[in-house]
């Protein structure tokens, strides 16, 4: 496996005691011994006493709880970075209130060559509608302006910045007077980004790096690819990754592979997979996630990218090269061509060769009992964003208007996945829905669709060991002796453990139980405050003052 992590001075042995340690070596942990970049002991207070003498460094941790980092296995960095330091369209209410944000933004922005933001969602506002053309062009001054949609999917643009691409209005996705979407779209954003420095880069690389650290997230999956960003974005951001202080970053490259030496060069870009955001189809915000039957406010079925024969090309090319695949899936159509690709893939090369790779799929929304079967028998990672349901779902939410409210409450089936064995791994698909472990957690365990819900337990071990068992790794996310030490340390209330008969409306604070517990995450409830983040045994944040 090749990652980034943060350079590593002289390795200290530390002993934590005083606190709650959620290990499932010993479920009333109050101490961690830390050697050499690992775990090196779970135990008792009573027990930490035989250690104190021999250690580098004693951290009392005054009854705050330790867990491991969180694991966020869905994340464009770059575009995170970009939104954390630039315009954020997300918090805007209406469309004037968007309109204005861009007039701000361009005013206090006068040597960029082109404006860059995110996050606007028409269909949370009164106008249920995005913003014209002219409109951009009246509030940013005439100047080249780039706005994709929350879901990345679909952007709305100024006319000078369809200036500088040549033929755009040739090609498949331009619509005068409607979001660009599918190779339209990817040609504006290449030129969007083809103006940022490599200064602002690495600004906006490091800004999301850190908010991920001081969220208690010790590893990010960036999920890269040329429809999606470029080569030199990728590899700056592992070079940075490798080079400073921060998270871990695993990349994957999302390009289809033909055989040893398409997956050979993946390799060479320092990507682990070739998967990620290889787009089967597109989002259903932006009307392009490709579905069985029509949606019910739009008289078509979407956009597919990769038909069945190719996700098995892909993914046999893959495995024989003992490289990961990996798909962009929405819609049920989607998801059938994902699992038929698999399927023929298994049936030329074996079933356990294939469930060996452990090629995975992101997001995995309209999942039938057929697919959820599926994704069981080949062994697929379902990489799934729980802030998804949290924004869009429910009966009156984005889901039901694209959908219609039977098929909406279908969406997103963590307790079936679950139930059938599927691999989870949590993730926040950030710029989309912002870097929120706990919050993402909470959504898992409070899915708005009450059959879909998981207990908290199950959510936080699929953003905590989920996100290193997608990579191929067994023996990480977990505070038990021999597992690298990357654990992130909280200030909460006290800890409960969920009733098994009623996940979320009941809670014990019974010890007996023999189960780590995990804070009150009930809607409402105040999420815990990381202070401090730490890396392979290296701090990579610590909250000031504490």
């Known amino acids: 496996m090749t990652e980034s992590a943060a350079p590593q001075s002289e390795h200290r042995t530390v002993l934590l005691r005083g606190g709650e340690v959620h290990s499932p070596a010993d479920p009333f942990a109050t101490a961690m011994v830390v050697e050499r970049g690992h775990v090196a002991w779970v135990g008792s207070e009573g027990a930490a006493d035989a250690f104190a003498a021999g250690v580098d460094e004693v951290v009392d941790l005054e009854g705050a709880l330790v867990t491991p980092a969180f694991t966020d296995a869905h994340v464009h ?11 954020d369209l997300s918090g805007a209410r209406t469309l004037a209130d968007a309109l204005a944000l861009v007039r701000e933004h361009s005013a206090a922005h006068p040597g960029d060559t082109v404006l860059l933001g995110h996050g606007w969602d028409a269909s949370r506002w009164p106008e249920q509608r995005p913003p014209s ?20 999917h679909s952007a709305v643009v100024t006319t000078a910045l369809l200036d500088r691409v040549p033929g755009v209005t040739g090609l498949d996705g331009h619509h005068p007077e409607a979001p660009l979407t599918g190779a339209a779209h990817h040609a504006v954003r290449a030129a969007a980004h083809g103006a940022i420095t490599p200064a602002q880069r690495a600004a906006a690389q490091r800004a999301a790096l850190r908010r ?5 997230i010790g590893t990010v999956h960036e999920c890269a690819g040329p ?9 700056s951001l592992l070079a940075l990754a490798g080079a400073e202080p921060g998270p871990r970053v695993v990349g994957y490259w999302a390009e289809r592979v033909a055989n040893a030496k398409d997956a050979q060069r993946i390799r060479e870009l320092g990507a682990i997979g070739a998967a990620g955001d290889l787009f089967v189809d597109g989002s259903l915000g932006s009307h392009t996630a490709c579905l069985h039957t029509p949606y019910a406010d739009a008289a078509h ?5 990769l038909d069945a024969a190719a996700v098995a090309a892909h993914v046999t090319a893959c495995t024989e090269a003992g490289l990961q695949a990996g798909f962009h899936a929405i819609g049920d159509a989607a998801l059938t061509a994902v699992v038929d690709g698999v399927r023929a893939a298994a049936d030329a090369l074996g079933l356990a060769r294939v469930r060996a790779a452990r090629h995975r799929v992101e997001h995995a929304e309209m999942l039938t009992p057929e697919t959820i079967a599926a994704f069981a028998e080949f062994g697929l990672t379902a990489s799934v964003q729980p802030a998804f349901d949290a924004a869009w779902g429910g009966d009156e939410g984005m889901y039901a208007q694209r959908l219609g409210v039977d098929r909406a409450r279908t969406l997103n089936p963590y307790a079936a996945l679950l139930r059938a064995g599927v691999p989870l791994a949590f993730g926040s698909d950030s710029p989309v829905t912002p870097l929120d472990p706990w919050g993402t957690v909470r959504a898992a365990a409070f899915h708005r669709t009450s059959e879909h819900r ?9 953003h905590t060991r989920g996100g290193w068992r997608a990579i191929g790794r067994d023996d990480a996310g977990v505070l038990v002796p021999g597992a ?4 992130a340390v909280w200030r909460t209330g006290e800890l409960v453990v969920q009733a098994p008969d ?23 409830a105040e999420l815990p405050v990381c202070l401090r983040t730490v890396v392979f045994g290296q701090t990579v944040f610590a909250r000031p003052n504490e």
């Open 454 to 462: 998981v207990s908290a337990r199950a959510a936080f071990t699929a």
């Open 133 to 152: 053309r002219a409109e951009l062009d009246e509030a940013s001054g005439g100047r080249p302006l780039y706005l994709p949609r929350i879901d990345v």
């Open 484 to 487: 690298p030490a990357d654990y």
């Open 77 to 87: 960095t770059t575009a995170t970075g970009l939104a954390l330091t630039g315009l």
């Open 212 to 216: 991920a650290a001081s969220l208690g």
């Open 301 to 305: 079925t979407g956009s597919a990218h």
């Open 227 to 235: 429809d999606i960003s470029d080569e030199d974005d990728f590899t």
């Open 502 to 524: 009623d996940r979320v409306a009941r809670w014990s604070t019974d010890p007996r139980s023999g189960t780590p517990g995990l804070p009150d995450l009930t809607p409402g």
